[in-house]
């Protein structure tokens, strides 16, 4: 059987939605994502790893990675610029390989414009009030930026109706089941190619 490119999974949530934990599960149930790692200036949070996580630079390095075209997109989010290098996505989705973009509204649809083939998925809280609770149980923002994140929250609802898929994480098992769902459908899906068989 011929092999299909692979999809390309962009995922949005506002920051405390629980993304990186239900991403974390689908990862593990579903053999065949890859992330993209972004590049930041922001600092690294505890455990974070350097090429794992992000590709933690100065603002002095970043601005040079633009300059060099490096990044396919990039944008300032709460005060720390963040981009998608150019080269990982076409390499894997040409190899067959299903890459996952963990990227904010602006960033998605720009990624869209670039790849109209992509699958935009947006993760949403149960409520803000739970949003904020999660961000503030999280321990890791100062008050100013919990109030600075639950506001961008907000204002980021307006772009929902831009993705293709929205799952609702009030029950984290649920919304690993709806994710992994998502990925397997859209890999079925003849918008995507054809397979070819013998
Ligand atoms: P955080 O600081 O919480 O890791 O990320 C802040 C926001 O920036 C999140 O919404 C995250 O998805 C987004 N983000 C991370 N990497 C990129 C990127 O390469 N491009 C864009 N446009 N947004 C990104």
Redesign the pocket.
């Known amino acids: 059987m011929m092999m299909n490119k692979g999809l390309l999974i962009v995922?949005?949530?506002?920051?405390g939605c629980g993304?990186d934990t239900i991403l974390e599960s689908a990862f593990k149930a579903c053999n065949n994502l890859h992330y993209s790692v972004?590049?930041?200036t922001?600092a690294p949070?505890e455990g974070e790893g350097n090429g794992v996580?992000?590709f933690f630079k100065t603002r002095e390095e970043f601005t040079q990675m633009i300059e060099n075209n490096e990044?396919l997109?990039?944008?300032e989010?709460?005060g720390?610029l963040?981009?998608?290098p150019r080269e990982y996505i076409p390499k894997m989705l040409e190899a067959g390989k299903n890459v996952v973009?963990?990227?904010?509204v602006?960033?998605?649809a720009?990624i869209r414009k670039l790849f109209p083939d992509c699958v935009l998925v947006f993760i949403l809280p149960p409520s803000f009030d739970e949003l904020e609770r999660r961000l503030r149980k999280r321990g890791t923002e100062t008050e100013e930026t919990i109030k600075k994140r639950v506001g961008i929250a907000k204002i980021e609802m307006s772009f929902v109706k831009n993705y293709d898929y929205v799952i609702i994480n009030a029950n984290l098992e649920d919304a690993v089941k709806d994710f992994t769902s998502v990925v397997r459908a859209e890999g079925l899906s003849t918008k995507h190619g054809i397979p070819v068989i013998n």
């Open positions: 995922v949005s949530a506002p920051a993304k972004s590049a930041t922001r949070r996580h992000y990044l997109e990039h944008t989010y709460a720390n963040y981009g998608t973009l963990k990227i904010e602006e960033g998605a720009n």
